[in-house]
């Protein structure tokens, strides 16, 4: 089993940066592939980034450009570099891990899940 442990979320006004942190423990070395995605209150839980173990990312078009999904293989962390922040940003974040290979940026391919960060810009 993996355990997720997301951190960094806060409010900040638009236009400002944010860094998510995810820390991942446990049978790290099943793990093929970690994401971020948010989910804000009514809405379908979405894609935000990917970022395989190779290095190898994907972004979700409302984000290309602005955020940035990064690892530290050594410390099993995943970030996510966050500029230029928009009120439509303001969502509950999640880090997500997959035991599959090249899974498409979707919940379903996920295995393990943190609890999230919240993420607030006004």
């Known amino acids: 089993h993996v355990q997720l442990v997301e951190s960094g979320g806060d409010s900040v006004q638009a236009g400002g940066s944010l860094r998510l942190s995810c820390v991942a423990s446990g049978a790290t070395d099943s793990i093929n592939g970690m994401s971020w995605f948010r989910q804000a209150p009514g809405k379908e839980r979405e894609g935000v980034a990917q970022?395989?173990?190779?290095?190898?990312?994907m972004y979700a078009d409302s984000v290309l450009g602005r955020f940035t999904i990064s690892q530290d293989n050594a410390k099993n962390t995943v970030y996510l570099e966050m500029n230029s922040l928009k009120p439509e940003d303001t969502s509950m974040y999640y880090c997500a891990a997959a035991r599959g290979v090249a899974c498409p940026l979707r919940a379903g391919y996920y295995n393990y899940w943190g609890r999230g960060t919240q993420v607030t810009v006004s």
């Open positions: 970022i395989t173990d190779g290095g190898g990312t």
